[in-house]
């Protein structure tokens, strides 16, 4: 991959994404998803309860303060385009940022980055579900959205501020520990050797994750 974290890097936001409401069979029991994100031309306030003008259908599992704003890069967009042949444009994943120069799946938990006048932590990855599989049209899209460790980033805003397409995304520091969203989703899903190692960025996750890796790490200590 050619992008790169670190303090430091910088890399530059390609498109903001708002969804399209969707219905169809795909969306499950919810009857609708705002998984289909489109770019808009114009600035988009990033607070700490979400992506203003976005729509989140399932807030069970979706949005909240640790999963304020969703990130993908241009090359794992690429990377998708490439293995699933389909062409995907900004937002086709799902994201409300697309960015160019940031490895969003290779953000270690905790990072923060300043994009424009706001102020993000990466806090997690995203966990992909059927609907994300029925909107693309992919049958066994989870099973290999896994497996290519390609996630993308939830973050939490720690600073409200509008952003842009064209804005200066900059990692400003990054926590020790090294902890990946790639690192949690393979632990979420199967790879229990790493627990030990997601243990040390606990505090660093949102209620989710933290109650997962609790849930988890009680059940490998019976």
């Known amino acids: 991959m050619t992008t790169s974290t670190g303090p430091g890097v910088e890399g530059r936001v390609e498109s903001v994404n708002l969804a399209v409401v969707r219905t169809g069979e795909w ?4 009857g609708r998803s705002g998984i289909d994100k489109r770019p808009v031309d114009h600035s988009v306030l990033l607070t700490a309860d979400g992506v203003e003008g976005d729509t989140i259908c399932d807030l069970k599992h979706h949005g909240g303060p640790d999963q304020a704003v969703y990130a993908y890069s241009c090359d794992d967009l690429a990377f998708w385009a490439a293995e699933l042949g389909q062409p995907l444009s900004p937002g086709a994943v799902g994201e409300n940022l ?3 120069g940031v490895d969003c799946s290779g953000a270690v938990v905790g990072e ?13 990855p995203r ?8 909107f693309r049209g992919v049958p066994d899209l989870v099973k290999r959205f896994i497996a290519a460790g390609r996630p993308g ?8 501020a509008a952003v842009k397409g064209g804005d200066t995304v900059r990692v400003v520091d990054r926590p020790a520990h090294g902890v990946t969203v790639a690192h949690i989703l393979a632990a979420r899903t199967g790879e229990r050797t790493l627990l030990p190692q997601v243990a040390t960025a606990r505090e660093h996750l949102g209620v989710r994750g933290r109650a997962w890796l609790d849930r988890t790490l009680d059940v490998t200590r019976t």
Do not use: D, E, H, N
């Not at 923060?112 to 997690?124: F, H, K, N, P, T």
């Open 27 to 30: 969306t499950m029991q919810k």
């Open 127 to 134: 966990i992909p579900c059927r609907v994300f599989a029925g």
């Open 153 to 160: 980033a939830y973050l939490a805003v720690l600073r409200p």
């Open 112 to 124: 923060r980055w300043q994009i424009g006048a706001a102020v993000l932590q990466v806090r997690g």
């Open 98 to 100: 697309t960015l160019s």
